[in-house]
């Protein structure tokens, strides 16, 4: 059974930072593309930040030089470090990892708030 597990999220103020993990199991997570997606209230899921099982990442325009996704697969642990957070980057962040196109996992998502 492949289960993803999000935490890290929380309350912080703008221009704070905060550091997510996804920690997976039940897969070989070390030979697949991982994803962070946030949902914002009334809005589309959006994905922000993606590492393949080689390293390369890419991000969102909106999260660009603020953001870094990062893994350790002997954790099985994928990070997302958020620096200088906005209002605007309250939301629900979901762990996403899709092997192919009949399996597409995500974790119960962990919810950012940046509030003063």
């Known amino acids: 059974q492949v289960q993803l597990v999000e935490s890290g999220g929380g309350l912080v103020q703008p221009g704070g930072s905060l550091r997510l993990s996804c920690a997976a199991s039940g897969i070989i997570f070390s030979i697949y593309t991982i994803n962070w997606y946030r949902q914002a209230p009334g809005k589309q899921r959006e994905l922000v930040a993606t590492i393949s099982s080689g390293g390369n990442t890419n991000y969102a325009d909106s999260v660009k030089g603020r953001f870094t996704i990062s893994r350790d697969n002997a954790k099985n642990t994928v990070y997302l470090q958020m620096n200088s957070l906005k209002p605007e980057d309250t939301a629900v962040y979901y762990c996403?990892?899709?092997?192919?196109?009949?399996?597409?996992?995500w974790g119960q998502g962990t919810q950012v708030t940046v509030s003063s």
């Open positions: 996403n990892c899709r092997p192919d196109e009949r399996r597409d996992y």
